[in-house]
């Protein structure tokens, strides 16, 4: 029986986190365990991205300190996917963009990603796999790889967007103080 400090072993009360949560600012660690426990994690992380409507999710947006993220930019059953230990690189050109985010509800701010990319990753067995995208698909990517390395939406958005945004982010943090009983992080 594995012990509770095992990340791969899935609570079941496992839930999306919100901002200001410390722990989405946590660089996540490699995977080093793969098979039927990360295969749950990652179908239960599959399982509260579509029901939150989104795109992609992070393990840190569930408070496990792992590099794994899942997307599925169609929300087609047959597209779900899975990057365990992703890395990205041969970023090409950039282009402006509308992202939200799971763990930001309700926020959405324009932000400058790369138009095409290559990932290399594994899948839950630990094979691994190489993908090259464009457009959407790429910007999903690097916004969740942005979440394994503790970096928010909120660090890609301009002066403006932090000014348009300011009552909405209070309200988050107001929110999260009262009910964690302490302070956030600004």
């Known amino acids: 029986m594995p012990s509770q400090a095992d990340p791969i072993v899935t609570p079941p009360d496992l839930q999306i986190i919100l901002w200001p949560d410390p722990r989405l600012r946590k660089v996540s660690s490699p995977v080093d365990k793969y098979g039927s426990r990360l295969g749950e994690l990652a179908l239960r992380m599959l399982d509260l991205m579509h029901l939150a409507k989104g795109v992609g999710l992070a393990a840190p947006q569930v408070g496990i300190n792992l590099r794994l993220f899942v997307t599925n930019p169609t929300g087609q059953p047959q597209d779900d996917k899975v990057y365990v230990n992703p890395i ?15 763990s930001l509800p309700g926020l ?55 000014m348009t945004n300011r009552k909405k982010l209070k309200e988050m943090q107001e929110n999260w103080a009262k009910i964690h009983g302490k302070r956030s992080d600004k």
């Open 108 to 162: 959405n701010v324009t932000v400058v990603r790369s138009k095409r990319l290559r990932i290399q990753a594994q899948d839950v067995d630990g094979n691994a796999f190489e993908q090259v995208d464009t457009g959407y698909v790429a910007r999903i990517w690097q916004h969740e790889f942005d979440h394994l390395n503790g970096t928010l939406l909120l660090d890609r958005m301009g002066p403006v967007a932090r």
């Open 88 to 102: 990205l690189s041969d970023a090409e050109d950039e282009e402006d963009g509308e992202e939200g985010c799971l």
